[in-house]
């Protein structure tokens, strides 16, 4: 599985497991899918083209899947030893949060125009 698949996969799961919380809430569903259709974009290796209205709820859908892989599932990664699967958890958290920075520093700017996120670099799983 490559990198970007597997970090789609973890978009999406993120999404899944939390969806049923947000079933009540058209706001957190909208985030849920947003997640969705960024795994994907990016698993096709297509650009994310995210609404100028939707920077901040985009935002907030990633820092949200950033939270939950570092709350629920690092912990479990690192206790379990599976030190090529913290790397990609925490590679996937990094990318997350990088994501969000670049929606809500181009929100604050306020120009009114949407935003194409780029599948984030491959990461590498060699020896460093």
């Known amino acids: ?29 909208a985030m849920m899918a947003a997640l969705i259709r960024a795994g994907t974009c990016f698993e096709a290796g297509q650009t994310l083209r995210v609404p100028a209205a939707e920077l901040e709820l ?3 859908a990633f820092a949200g899947f950033a ?8 912990p479990e990664t690192v206790a379990y030893g599976n030190v090529a699967g913290e790397k990609q958890v925490r590679w996937a958290v990094d990318t997350g949060m990088a994501t969000v ?6 929100a604050a700017l306020q120009e009114g125009q949407d935003v194409e996120l780029s599948p984030p670099p491959p990461l590498s799983l060699s020896a460093e």
């Open 101 to 106: 920075s670049l929606l809500l520093s181009r």
């Open 67 to 74: 939270a939950f892989l570092q709350k629920q599932i690092l």
């Open 1 to 29: 599985m490559s990198d970007l698949s597997f970090y789609a996969a973890m978009l999406r799961f993120v999404a899944n497991k939390t969806a049923p919380e947000m079933a009540h809430d058209a706001r957190g569903a």
């Open 58 to 60: 985009t935002a907030r």
